[in-house]
């Protein structure tokens, strides 16, 4: 798809840290258009965002909605990590969080599942129910994700209701 962070006229709204930020889009319509270029959903996402991450990342966290669509405009060479809890942790320590939008983990209490490097300018669909952690170094360049959310479905509803446009 080609679209850049400078094509998107963007207002601050959403979670607002030092390390991360959600931005409204203000052009929807714009982007709706390059969008259908690409895919359509069966089922709409119930959120589109920009969301900048900076250093130093994201905690290990589970988000509040249990699916997204990340288009990474820009990416870095950072890897985002899964996680899940250790065995024998059965109830995990209440941790602070700077957002009600997210719940936060221990690292202590985890061990690593999988991980990925995302690539800019492509797709990547996400449970986001699942811990997941991306950590990034002092002076490398935000990450912006462009992100589609559904707040009521699962991650099959929403895999099986994206159907990529015809060439």
């Known amino acids: 798809m080609d679209l850049t962070l400078s094509d998107l006229?963007?207002?601050?709204?959403?979670?607002?840290?030092?390390?991360?930020?959600?931005?409204?889009?203000?052009?929807?319509?714009?982007?709706?258009?390059?969008?259908?270029?690409v895919l359509s959903f069966g089922i709409p996402p119930n959120t589109v965002n920009i969301t900048t991450i900076t250093a130093p990342g994201t905690r290990a966290h589970k988000d509040q909605w249990p699916v997204a669509l990340n288009f990474y405009l820009t990416a870095g060479d950072e890897r985002t990590w899964i996680w899940r809890?250790?065995?024998?942790?059965?109830?995990?320590?209440?941790?602070?969080t700077?957002?009600?939008?997210?719940?936060?983990?221990?690292?202590?209490?985890?061990?690593k599942v999988n991980s990925y490097t995302a690539k800019q300018n492509e797709f990547y669909l996400l449970d986001t129910s699942a811990i997941h952690s991306v950590w990034k170094a002092k002076d490398s360049a935000?990450?912006?994700?462009?992100?589609?959310?559904?707040?009521?479905?699962?991650f099959d509803q929403v895999l099986a209701s994206i159907v990529p446009a015809s060439l």
């Open 9 to 37: 006229d963007l207002k601050k709204d959403g979670v607002a840290s030092s390390n991360f930020n959600e931005f409204y889009i203000k052009n929807k319509n714009f982007l709706d258009a390059k969008i259908a270029q």
């Open 85 to 96: 809890l250790k065995e024998d942790v059965t109830t995990p320590t209440p941790t602070p």
């Open 98 to 111: 700077a957002s009600d939008y997210v719940t936060t983990f221990k690292f202590e209490e985890l061990e």
């Open 142 to 154: 935000p990450r912006h994700i462009l992100r589609f959310a559904w707040w009521y479905s699962t």
